[in-house]
């Protein structure tokens, strides 16, 4: 194995063996979910599977900024091995639920805590991975891992169900959480960063979401996000109408399009590192949402099912180009004691395009027919590519000159580049809180959106 090969690194080995392991367990519960509620209400699951999801993402959206605005408060080893062994009891609670309510609010619970955990798991691997080129690596097995449980969970599902209930792929689920948690805790984590955030609670929750508004490369990502949802709804929302209403097909097609699209994002995730090495990540997701695009417009024309399969895998490959180096860009716009914040505010953003869209999809889908609906989303994926590419400035310096205002104001800090001033005696010892001003200043460094950096400084176009 190389040297920029993540998996040299015991401890990242653990973590990506746990998120895997988790995935599959989650692909097993969702199978064992959707035979629970046909068991409970018949031909109407489909409603109830859908409300599900609906819960699924509102608790992303709601929640992710709030976990993420105060998981600085808590080590990061102990709460994500707690929120796996919260998860585990819930998912084993629902096999025993007698009323549908008890189905959605289990799965609102469920997700609440996944809301927690990921983006935090998420934002631990850059401190396992300093370098870039081993983090870009990681970031692609990360995009496989996502794929393969969309390709395999179903698989591993139907061998299992020859040998149990489905009340046993929510145990199975449960496992995964506990193997899950075992390997957290065998991981050694880094230090946990010291953070001192001033201002209210709210102030917290809310600083994750707002810096995150404020940083122009992530409003271009945020951008590209809808265009991924808006292509990634498409396939997964209308691939079964258009395959079996419209050119006839059997299940089996369907699944073979699923799959053509998961395998163009795998191929994608697997050729991106050696690519990003060359070519900045803003070409590289620019040109993955205009081949979303292309492939969204070329399905408005009625394509065959040889023709669904080329442009799906192709929008599979532009999803995979956008979403694979996304980790890469919010890193590089936040400090490590703020990564948590803006982890989960690229979670809680990118989910309500997805939101968003899966019911635009679908409505759109059943009143004006698929092609229509692909015309639609193929405008907005090009849309949404104008804008990022406006939005994320095309020379993007990491490193700033900026000017500070003089400011008076009180918080917990160390001295260094933003605190220097006299101390009467009475402070204490480091980190140490009293009322202090910044002096007006001008300088240069690397420049992300924080307490003592409210706006975005103006960078000069070479």
């Avoid at 109830?48 to 609906?54: C, D, F, P, S």
């Avoid at 819960?55 to 408060?73: D, E």
């Avoid at 050119?247 to 697997?270: F, K, N, P, Q, Y």
Wanted: hydrophobic letters at 50%; glycine letters at 8%; a neutral charge.
């Amino acid at each position: 194995m190389n040297q920029q090969n993540p998996l040299r690194n015991p401890d990242f080995r653990k973590l990506f063996a746990a998120q895997i392991i988790a995935l599959l367990g989650t692909g097993l519960s969702t199978v064992a979910l959707t035979l629970l509620a046909y068991d409970k209400v018949g031909g109407n699951a489909a409603f109830v599977l859908g409300t599900a999801l609906a819960f699924k993402m509102t608790a992303y959206v709601l929640f992710a900024p709030v976990i993420g605005g105060l998981a600085h408060r808590f080590r990061r080893k102990p709460f994500l091995l707690i929120l796996d062994l919260v998860r585990a009891g819930v998912i084993l609670a629902i096999p025993f639920v007698t009323e549908i309510w008890q189905i959605y609010l289990l799965i609102f619970m469920l997700n609440l805590f996944s809301a927690g955990f990921k983006p935090v798991f998420s934002a631990t691997i850059p401190d396992l991975l300093v370098e870039e080129r081993q983090y870009t690596r990681a970031l692609s097995l990360s995009r496989l891992a996502y794929d393969l449980e969309t390709l395999l969970s179903p698989v591993l599902a139907g061998l299992a169900l020859l040998f149990m209930t489905y009340t046993g792929l929510f145990v199975a689920n449960a496992v995964a959480f506990l193997i899950s948690a075992t390997l957290i805790a065998w991981t050694v984590f880094p230090l946990d960063p010291s953070i001192y955030r001033s201002g209210s609670v709210w102030d917290e929750i809310s600083f994750g979401i707002r810096s995150y508004l404020k940083t122009p490369r992530l409003r271009g990502l945020l951008a590209l996000y809808l265009g991924v949802a808006s292509a990634s709804a498409m396939i997964i929302v209308n691939t079964v109408i258009y395959i079996r209403e419209n050119l006839g097909g059997s299940e089996s097609d369907v699944a073979v399009a699923l799959a053509s699209a998961g395998a163009g994002s795998m191929i994608g995730a697997l050729g991106l590192p050696g690519v990003l090495d060359r070519i900045p990540e803003r070409q590289v997701m620019l040109f993955g949402a205009c081949i979303m695009a292309t492939g969204l417009l070329l399905t408005s024309i009625g394509p065959s099912f040889p023709g669904v399969l080329s442009i799906w895998f192709f929008i599979g490959l532009g999803w995979s180009l956008v979403q694979t180096p996304a980790g890469l860009v919010v890193n590089r716009s936040s400090s490590p004691a703020d990564r948590s914040a803006y982890f989960s505010a690229q979670f809680s953003l990118s989910h309500a395009c997805w939101l968003i869209f899966y019911l635009a999809a679908g409505y759109s889908g059943t009143w004006l027919g698929v092609q229509v609906t692909a015309l639609i989303l193929g405008i907005v994926v090009l849309i949404s590519a104008v804008l990022a590419a406006m939005l994320w400035p095309k020379y993007d310096e990491t490193v700033l000159a900026h000017t500070h205002t003089e400011t008076f104001h009180e918080h917990k800090h160390t001295h260094g580049l933003h605190h220097r001033h006299d101390h009467e005696g009475w402070e204490g010892p480091e980190p140490h809180t009293h009322p202090h001003r910044h002096l007006p200043g001008h300088h240069t460094h690397r420049y992300i959106i924080d307490d003592h950096h409210a706006i975005w400084p103006e960078s000069p176009s070479p």
